[in-house]
C-alpha cells in the first residue's frame, strides 16, 4: 500500500483482482472517494470479488479482462490515467486449491484432474488441446523455457509419439509421461511441478501478457503514478526487473553511437532496486508468499 501510494481520493488498477484482498486493502486506503478499477481473466474470482467488494458500493468497478488490454478497457470507461496499478501475478490460492481446474497435481487425484489450466475457462485451448497438436519443437521449447527442464526435448518425443495412440487427457497421463521420459527438475522441485508450470505458462501466454502488460500500465499511470508487480518465479521477475530497468533508461541506442537517434525518454524511475521480499512472519503466516519477489516504480513527467 504505501510502494502504491495508496491515498484517499486516488484512482487505482488492481489488474490481477482475484479475491480482492488487494482491492479491498486499496479502497480501505483511498476512501471516502478514491477509485478502484479491478480485473481478473478469471469469472469465478470476479463474482468472489464482487461480494467481497459489494460494501464499497460504485469505488470499485470489476471488470472481466486481462491486464494486456488496460488502456482500451480504461478507455472505453473515459478514463486516459490513473494514480497506480498493481499486478500480483500467476494463479490464485482459490484457483490452486480447485481440482477441476487443473492447476496443480496431487497423486490421489490426478486420474479425475482434468488438463485444463485456463485462468479464464471461457475460452482458448486448455493444456490438453496443446498437448493434442502442439509439435515437438514448439513442446520442447515450452518445456525448457517455461519449466526450465533438463530433458525437455525426450518428454516432448515421448509426448508425441504416445498421443499416436490417445492424447494425455488426464494430470495422471501427463506425470506417467513425465517419469517415463525421464524429465530432472533440479533440487528443489518433482518434476512433474515444472512441467505443469511449464504448460500453465504456455495456455495462458503469462508471459506474452506480463511483456504488454507492463508495457499498457506504464502508458496509463499519471505523471508520480506507481506500478508494483510481484512475481512468483524467476521467469516473470526477470522480465519485470528488465522492463523496469529499460524504461528508466529510455534510449535503446547501442551504446557504441555517438549520439542517441532512437527518441526513447526514461518513463519510470525505480524506487525499489532490489526486490522486496516476505519476512520470515509473513511467510509462516503464508507459505504460498514464500517465492514472492515485489518491485515497484515512479512514472516520470513526459
Ligand atoms: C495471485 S492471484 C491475485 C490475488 C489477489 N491479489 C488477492 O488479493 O486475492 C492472481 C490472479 O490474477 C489473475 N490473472 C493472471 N493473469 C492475468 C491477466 N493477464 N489478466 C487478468 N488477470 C490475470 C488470475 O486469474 C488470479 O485470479
Known amino acids: 500500500?504505501?510502494?502504491l501510494g495508496a491515498e484517499p481520493?486516488?484512482?487505482?488498477?488492481?489488474?490481477t483482482l482475484g479475491y480482492a484482498g488487494h482491492a479491498e486493502a486499496l479502497l480501505n486506503k483511498t476512501a471516502p472517494d478514491g477509485l478502484l478499477f479491478g480485473l481478473d481473466r478469471d469469472a469465478d474470482a470476479l463474482a468472489a470479488a464482487a461480494e467481497r467488494l459489494a460494501p464499497f458500493g460504485d469505488r470499485a468497478i470489476l471488470l472481466h479482462a486481462s491486464f494486456r488490454e488496460l488502456r482500451d478497457v480504461l478507455k472505453?470507461?473515459?478514463?486516459?490515467?490513473?494514480?497506480?496499478?498493481?499486478?500480483?501475478?500467476?494463479?490464485?490460492?482459490?484457483?490452486?486449491?480447485?481440482?477441476?481446474r487443473g492447476f496443480r497435481f496431487s497423486e490421489e487425484?490426478?486420474?479425475?484432474?482434468?488438463?485444463?489450466?485456463?485462468?479464464?475457462?471461457?475460452?482458448?485451448?486448455?493444456?490438453?488441446?496443446?498437448?493434442?497438436?502442439?509439435?515437438?519443437?514448439?513442446?520442447?521449447?515450452?518445456?525448457?523455457r517455461y519449466g526450465e527442464l533438463r530433458g525437455a526435448a525426450r518428454l516432448a518425443r515421448t509426448i508425441v509419439e504416445s498421443r499416436r495412440e490417445a492424447p494425455p487427457r488426464t494430470?495422471?497421463?501427463?506425470?506417467?509421461?513425465t517419469r517415463e521420459a525421464r524429465v530432472g527438475g533440479g533440487r528443489r522441485h518433482h518434476p512433474a511441478t515444472l512441467v505443469f508450470q511449464?504448460?500453465?505458462?504456455?495456455?495462458?501466454?503469462?508471459?506474452?501478457?506480463?511483456?504488454?502488460?507492463?508495457?499498457?500500465?506504464?502508458?496509463?499511470?499519471?505523471?508520480?503514478?506507481?506500478?508494483?508487480?510481484?512475481?512468483?518465479?524467476?521467469?516473470?521477475?526477470?522480465?519485470?526487473?528488465?522492463?523496469?530497468r529499460g524504461a528508466e533508461r529510455g534510449c535503446i541506442c547501442p551504446p557504441k553511437?555517438?549520439?542517441?537517434t532512437c527518441g526513447i525518454l526514461p518513463s519510470l524511475r525505480r524506487i525499489t532496486?532490489?526486490?522486496?521480499?516476505?519476512?520470515?512472519?509473513?511467510?509462516?503466516?503464508?507459505?504460498?508468499?514464500r517465492s514472492a519477489r515485489l518491485r515497484a516504480a515512479e512514472k516520470l513527467a513526459a
Open 171 to 177: 494430470a495422471a497421463d501427463l506425470i506417467r509421461l
Open 9 to 15: 481520493g486516488r484512482i487505482f488498477v488492481d489488474g
Open 198 to 244: 511449464a504448460l500453465r505458462i504456455a495456455v495462458n501466454d503469462e508471459l506474452g501478457a506480463l511483456e504488454e502488460g507492463l508495457a499498457t500500465a506504464t502508458s496509463v499511470l499519471a505523471p508520480g503514478g506507481r506500478l508494483c508487480v510481484i512475481a512468483y518465479h524467476s521467469l516473470e521477475d526477470r522480465i519485470v526487473k528488465h522492463f523496469m
Open 109 to 144: 487425484t490426478a486420474e479425475e484432474t482434468p488438463l485444463d489450466m485456463r485462468m479464464d475457462a471461457t475460452r482458448g485451448e486448455t493444456a490438453a488441446d496443446l498437448l493434442a497438436r502442439a509439435s515437438e519443437e514448439t513442446l520442447t521449447d515450452w518445456f525448457r
Open 257 to 260: 553511437d555517438p549520439i542517441c
Open 273 to 289: 532496486r532490489r526486490p522486496v521480499r516476505p519476512g520470515v512472519d509473513e511467510i509462516a503466516g503464508n507459505p504460498r508468499a
Open 76 to 100: 472505453a470507461r473515459g478514463v486516459s490515467q490513473v494514480d497506480g496499478v498493481l499486478l500480483d501475478l500467476g494463479v490464485s490460492s482459490v484457483q490452486l486449491d480447485r481440482a477441476e
Open 1 to 3: 500500500m504505501n510502494l
